[in-house]
């Protein structure tokens, strides 16, 4: 939520609130705006810092190629048909009939894909393990 104190924005620098729901932006309506008081356990973020934060953000957005969603917006992703006439599933054709699990583990490992748990591991690490196992009726 964006607003300024006091109701008049003439030569003020706006002030951002975020994590806001509607309960909250009632309060800060009647209270911060309407009555200039502040607010215990509502704090204004800075909007300089906040305006460079997104700027930030933006910029490391333009450097992104986009590969997992380059289709996005694209293909009709209700048929799989359409993702399959784009090279869909193409790599996981090549893994399961012409590669072994460990070519499969070294390419992973080169392409320099790193896990979503939020440690920013390998995720080769658990597809070793399951490389060196025997299949069994749940795999």
């Known amino acids: ?5 006091g109701g008049d924005n003439t030569g003020k620098e706006p002030v951002t609130f975020g994590f806001v729901n509607t309960k909250k932006a009632d309060e800060i309506i009647e209270r911060y705006i309407r009555k200039g ?48 006439e784009r090279d869909g599933y193409q790599a996981l054709g090549k893994v399961l009939t012409e590669l072994s699990p460990e070519a499969t583990i070294e390419i992973i490992k080169k392409s320099g894909l790193r896990g979503r748990g939020g440690g920013g591991s390998l995720p080769d690490l658990n597809g070793r393990s399951h490389a060196r196992s025997k299949p069994t009726r749940n795999t």
Do not use: F, W
């Not at 939520?1 to 104190?5: G, I």
């Open 1 to 5: 939520m964006q607003t300024y104190r």
């Open 37 to 84: 008081e502040v607010i215990d356990g509502i704090i204004p973020a800075e909007y300089e810092n906040h305006r460079k934060q997104i700027a930030r953000k933006e910029q490391m957005a333009k450097k992104q190629i986009r590969i997992a969603l380059r289709n996005c917006g694209v293909i009709d992703p209700e048929r799989i048909e359409e993702y399959i």
